[in-house]
């Protein structure tokens, strides 16, 4: 059974490009079995009762900006149940994509990967009435420590994120093993052809680098290229995300040869 996910949205025209693109695509292509990935739309302006179909209004207490109303998102959700038990399936969590969420992890994601799928709120405007956040939201996501115009690039990010790890969508089933954080680490550097740049092409490079491809990778023997890869992905999050490290030691899943490489760092 393909993996539902509801959206409710202000701009259901956003997300159509995406299912029709990269190798995310095989994720919604009905391939004789069914699609993967269920994606359903649901305008909110479908579901404003007044003239003007309007879905938010100015905030209590002043200040700028407008705040989406309880009514039409109410509404909706109950549309997106109704259609769930019309269907004979369970209701699924109601993630909000909000700067006040948690950041989303790829444990998160491998989690939904594995799931019925969920409804996806992506608001507008300077918010949603906490009452119905209180009321109807399950979980609050964020991306990152920035403010985007809305949800839908949110929701788009985890709709990608979940779509290559189901199979079939990736060409290669491991490629998605060795992505950054599927280990707790971040990735290790790839090189593919020439296997020396050219001198027209090294000096087209605004800073200098190594010509050559580590000649590690070259070698063909296998066990030392992942000792490679593992001491870049090391020394790689060491540098740049130190914290990830510390939740690895703190989780028993570094080795001693790891604590070893860690300690010639530094």
């Known amino acids: 059974m393909a993996i539902r996910f509801d959206v409710i949205t202000l701009f259901p ?100 990967a594995q799931g019925p799928g969920a409804v996806m709120v992506c608001g507008r405007y300077e918010g949603i009435d906490q009452r119905w956040i209180d009321g109807c939201v399950d979980e609050e996501i964020s991306l990152g420590d920035y403010v985007l115009s809305g949800g839908e690039l949110p929701a788009l990010t985890l709709l990608d994120a979940v779509a290559r790890l189901l199979p079939g969508v990736l060409q290669d089933a491991a490629s998605h093993e060795q992505d950054s954080f599927s280990a707790g680490l971040l990735d290790c550097p790839h090189y593919s052809r020439p296997e020396v740049l050219t001198e027209n092409l090294a000096a087209a490079m605004p800073r200098p680098q190594p010509a050559a491809v580590p000649e590690v990778l070259m070698s063909g023997h296998h066990a030392k290229i992942n000792q490679w890869r593992r001491q870049r992905q090391l020394a790689l999050t060491l540098d740049r995300r130190p914290e990830l490290i510390e939740q690895l030691r703190f989780a028993g899943q570094l080795s001693r040869e790891d604590e070893q490489f860690l300690k010639s760092l530094l």
């Open 13 to 112: 025209e956003l997300f159509q490009p995406f299912t029709q693109v990269g190798v995310v695509r095989r994720a919604f292509e009905d391939t004789g079995h069914g699609p993967l990935l269920d994606l359903r739309l649901w305008p909110l302006r479908d579901h404003a009762e007044d003239t003007y179909r309007r879905v938010d209004d100015r905030p209590f207490g002043g200040g700028p900006g407008m705040v989406m109303l309880v009514e039409p998102l109410t509404r909706a959700l109950g549309a997106i149940r109704a259609d769930q038990a019309q269907a004979g399936q369970a209701q699924t969590p109601v993630i909000l994509f909000t700067p006040t969420g948690k950041p989303l992890t790829q444990a998160r994601v491998k989690s939904l």
